[in-house]
């Protein structure tokens, strides 16, 4: 149960202390207290995310990075569709749910670049296991096609800039 303190010199703001686990625990105890420290980590921010280009000084700058990320997720999403159907075989509804998947979270990368990235890899797997299901074709790159690499590689850029502080 965690412990609530008002550090002095900070009105307003109130920090969390853990407590220590006891020493002596049994097994299950601590991995199901490990599982839910690792959960903890990666739905929490460890520091609230600043968006991209967020001390420019014009609007039109500031608003840069919403307008190109809006434009991949609006280029993906119907290439993905597009490929998954045509090239590999996949229906048009698992096509339109696996695109929307791997690319509607493109529209957090200004923003949130660590959280689109746990949405999108988990996406991109669920589409190779897909694809496992479909007869091979000998032009077809499988597990990861062409398109499903970008948003991943997209994120990956993104925070590793926002972590060294830069574009």
């Known amino acids: 149960m965690p412990v609530a303190v008002v550090l002095p010199g900070w009105p307003g703001h109130v920090h969390f202390l853990r407590r220590a686990p006891p020493p002596a625990d049994g097994l299950l105890s601590a991995a199901?207290?490990?599982?839910?420290?690792?959960?903890?980590?990666?739905?929490?921010?460890?520091?609230?995310?600043?968006?991209?280009?967020?001390?420019?000084?014009?609007?039109?700058?500031?608003?840069?990075?919403?307008?190109?990320?809006?434009?991949?997720?609006?280029?993906?999403i119907p290439v993905t569709i597009t490929v998954l159907t045509s090239q590999y075989g996949v229906s048009g509804a698992l096509a339109g749910a696996l695109g929307v998947a791997q690319a509607a979270p493109l529209l957090m990368l200004a923003h949130r670049p660590l959280q689109a990235w746990w949405i999108i890899f988990p996406a991109d797997v669920?589409?190779?296991?897909?694809?496992?299901?479909q007869p091979a074709g000998r032009?077809?790159?499988?597990?990861?096609?062409?398109?499903?690499?970008?948003?991943?590689?997209?994120?990956?850029?993104?925070?590793?800039?926002?972590r060294r502080g830069g574009p």
């Not at 903890?40 to 520091?47: D, F, I, K, Q, V």
């Not at 669920?126 to 299901?133: K, S």
């Not at 032009?139 to 926002?162: F, N």
């Open 32 to 76: 199901r207290r490990n599982l839910r420290e690792l959960g903890h980590g990666l739905s929490h921010a460890s520091h609230p995310s600043t968006p991209l280009l967020a001390g420019a000084p014009k609007l039109w700058q500031r608003l840069l990075p919403y307008v190109v990320v809006l434009a991949l997720a609006a280029t993906f």
């Open 139 to 162: 032009d077809e790159v499988w597990p990861w096609t062409l398109r499903g690499s970008s948003p991943i590689s997209s994120c990956c850029w993104r925070s590793g800039s926002a």
């Open 126 to 133: 669920l589409g190779a296991v897909v694809l496992l299901a």
